[in-house]
């Protein structure tokens, strides 16, 4: 998997096209605070995880369609214009981006 080092402070990946987290990838930061990592959706493209693919962080994309399926999970948070969530996916929610 992809491992960002945001060790010397938060790191922030603006991307304009679709993500995609598949088989048994993922993306997580060395420090694990999800206010230290994140994903800018910029468009409508589709962000899908699927398989055991896991991401951990903020997931931000407000114009974007949001697909979990298979085993995927989410720790962190997300904002997506909708979401579809299939099999036994999950989205943990960290309570620390609360109020934020």
């Given at each position: 998997?992809?491992?960002?080092d945001?060790?010397?402070?938060?790191?922030?990946l603006?991307?304009?096209?679709?993500?995609?987290?598949?088989?048994?990838?993922?993306?997580t930061?060395?420090?694990p605070d999800?206010?230290?990592?994140?994903?800018?959706?910029?468009n409508?493209s589709?962000?899908?995880?699927?398989?055991?693919g896991?991401?951990?962080g903020?997931l931000?994309?407000p114009q974007?369609?949001?697909?979990?399926s298979?085993w995927?999970?989410i720790?962190?948070?997300?904002?997506?214009?909708?979401?579809?969530?299939?099999?036994?996916s999950?989205?943990y929610y960290?309570?620390t981006?609360?109020g934020?």
């Open positions: 998997g992809l491992v960002i945001n060790r010397n402070g938060p790191v922030t603006y991307v304009d096209g679709p993500v995609d987290i598949s088989g048994s990838g993922s993306i930061a060395y420090d999800p206010e230290k990592f994140a994903i800018y959706v910029a409508n589709a962000v899908t995880l699927s398989d055991s896991q991401f951990y903020v931000y994309a974007s369609l949001v697909t979990l298979g995927s999970e720790y962190g948070g997300l904002v997506g214009h909708s979401m579809e969530m299939l099999d036994l999950a989205v960290d309570i981006l609360r934020r």
